[in-house]
């Protein structure tokens, strides 16, 4: 079995790549991003100016990668084809700031991290070989799960980061890829070793 250690040093690394690259393709101001409501609602309009508030008060530019963001109250987040954040984190600071990087880092699975993300999601594969299925709060599929293992692991790193010991409280509540409230048991198990 792989040391835990050695995995996370694969995140870090995937990490710093991304953001030293990132640092440097960008043109413009990272700030800048568009911002679109789906629906025109008064909640996507409020998570819109909440969203660009969070822009202006944390130094979030070395996890931007996309910078087209679409507010849709009736939508899960997703990352791709653009990035969008659902309403609920209204009024809730690290819960967006934290969606917002979350769904910012699937963005490593295109290229070109794309090599070097599919070599820590091995790791993570080799480390935890057998994963839970949807039903017991793991993802769709396998290879959504070990995503999201490495996704969760990269995104912890950067909240960190981004607002330090802050993030303890919130890194402690129930994390689930389904939507469920129970923990798997391949996840306890990851954050044991975190």
Same mark, same amino acid.
């Given at each position: 079995?792989?040391?835990?250690?050695m995995?996370?040093?694969?995140?870090?690394?995937?990490?710093?790549?991304?953001?030293?690259? &990132?640092?440097?393709?960008q043109?413009?101001?990272?700030? /800048?991003?568009?911002?679109?409501? &789906?629906?025109?609602?008064?909640?996507?309009?409020?998570?819109a100016a909440?969203?660009?508030a969070?822009?202006?008060?944390?130094? /979030?530019?070395?996890?931007?990668?996309?910078?087209?963001?679409?507010?849709d109250?009736?939508?899960?987040p997703?990352s791709?084809?653009?990035?969008?954040?659902?309403?609920?984190?209204?009024?809730?600071?690290?819960?967006?700031?934290?969606?917002?990087v979350?769904e910012?880092?699937?963005?490593?699975? *295109?290229?070109?991290?794309?090599?070097a993300?599919?070599? &820590?999601?091995?790791?993570?594969?080799?480390l935890?070989?057998t994963?839970?299925?949807? &039903?017991d709060?793991?993802?769709?599929?396998?290879?959504?799960?070990?995503r999201?293992?490495?996704?969760? *692991?990269m995104?912890?790193?950067?909240?960190?980061?981004? /607002?330090?010991?802050?993030?303890?409280?919130?890194?402690?509540?129930?994390?689930?890829m389904?939507?469920?409230?129970?923990?798997?048991?391949?996840?306890?198990?990851?954050e044991?070793?975190?």
């Amino acid at each position: 079995m792989r040391h835990p250690m050695m995995i996370l040093a694969f995140s870090l690394v995937l990490l710093a790549s991304f953001v030293t690259s &990132a640092g440097h393709s960008q043109e413009t101001d990272s700030h /800048v991003v568009w911002i679109g409501l &789906a629906n025109g609602l008064e909640a996507e309009a409020i998570m819109a100016a909440e969203l660009r508030a969070l822009l202006r008060t944390h130094e /979030v530019e070395p996890w931007i990668l996309t910078k087209k963001i679409l507010i849709d109250k009736k939508q899960i987040p997703h990352s791709h084809p653009i990035l969008t954040i659902h309403t609920r984190h209204i009024g809730e600071e690290l819960e967006l700031l934290s969606t917002f990087v979350h769904e910012q880092l699937h963005w490593l699975e *295109d290229e070109p991290w794309l090599p070097a993300f599919q070599a &820590a999601m091995a790791e993570y594969e080799k480390l935890f070989p057998t994963v839970p299925s949807s &039903a017991d709060g793991g993802a769709r599929d396998n290879q959504s799960t070990y995503r999201h293992l490495l996704i969760c *692991d990269m995104e912890l790193q950067a909240m960190t980061t981004l /607002v330090g010991r802050r993030h303890e409280r919130f890194s402690r509540k129930p994390h689930t890829m389904n939507g469920s409230t129970t923990k798997s048991s391949t996840i306890r198990e990851y954050e044991k070793l975190h």
